[in-house]
T-cell receptor, first 116, second 117 residues
């Protein structure tokens, strides 16, 4: 049983649509992340949130808009996407740890997105 | 800049054989962390192990073992007596010591392991 859930698991959308991806973690963590996994490319970090505050935006286009209303929920709002945005979008969460100590990130099952 | 290289794109072995997945990393930091994750066809990344740069002790967990060699910047993963359920994509990842424990992970491109019955 996973502590990080994502919905929907699969999504097909046109380039003019607006949709949202949802992530929820049940692990009591305070940091949440969005990653993008494209075919034959390494996972790319998109956004990081600590205690609901965005601390990293890894040069992500504005057509991706994250939202973190609380430490347990994370959304990724999508609008006017391009076909090259088709990928597996993975959410992760971790505790916030001490200075210099990297916490383990736990991942959800992902949303497989196809943009037509 | 940090980098992770998994040179083996795909590996196939017959069930019950041993298999080693290679991971070579680059970092300028003296404090860093290495991870292995498993991604089965369902898509979820399953955490397997975390190792920090000050702990070079090898680790064994059941049929899984990890060999951390700072001298060669490698963190290899061995599965003994492989099983069909081990078929998945395996990712090695690296992060450097952070302020709040939430430094980004730099992933390798993954190794697709297929266990043939």
């Amino acid at each position: 049983e996973t502590g990080v859930t994502q919905t929907p698991r699969h999504l097909v959308m046109g380039m003019t649509n607006k949709k949202s991806l949802k992530c929820e973690q049940h692990l009591g963590h305070n940091a949440m992340y969005w990653y993008k996994q494209s075919a034959k490319k390494p996972l790319e970090l998109m956004f990081v949130y600590n205690f609901k505050e965005q601390t990293e935006n890894n040069s992500v286009p504005s057509r991706f808009s994250p939202e973190c209303p609380n430490s347990s929920h994370l959304f990724l709002h999508l609008h006017t996407l391009q076909p090259e945005d088709s990928a597996l979008y993975l959410c992760a969460s971790s505790p916030l740890g001490q200075r210099g100590y990297q916490e383990t990130q736990y991942f959800g099952p992902g949303t497989r997105l196809l943009v037509l | 800049a940090q980098k992770v290289t998994q040179a083996q794109t795909e590996i196939s072995v017959v069930e019950k054989e041993d298999v080693t997945l290679d991971c070579v990393y680059e970092t300028r930091d003296t404090t860093y962390y290495l991870f292995w994750y498993k991604q089965p066809p369902s898509g979820e990344l399953v955490f397997l192990i975390r190792r920090n740069s000050f702990d070079e002790q090898n680790e064994i967990s059941g049929r899984y073992s990890w060999n951390f060699q700072k001298s060669t910047s490698s963190f290899n993963f061995t599965i003994t007596a492989s099983q069909v359920v081990d078929s998945a994509v395996y990712f090695c990842a690296l992060s450097e010591g952070s302020n709040f424990g939430n430094e980004k992970l730099t992933f390798g491109t993954g190794t697709r392991l297929t266990i043939i019955p």
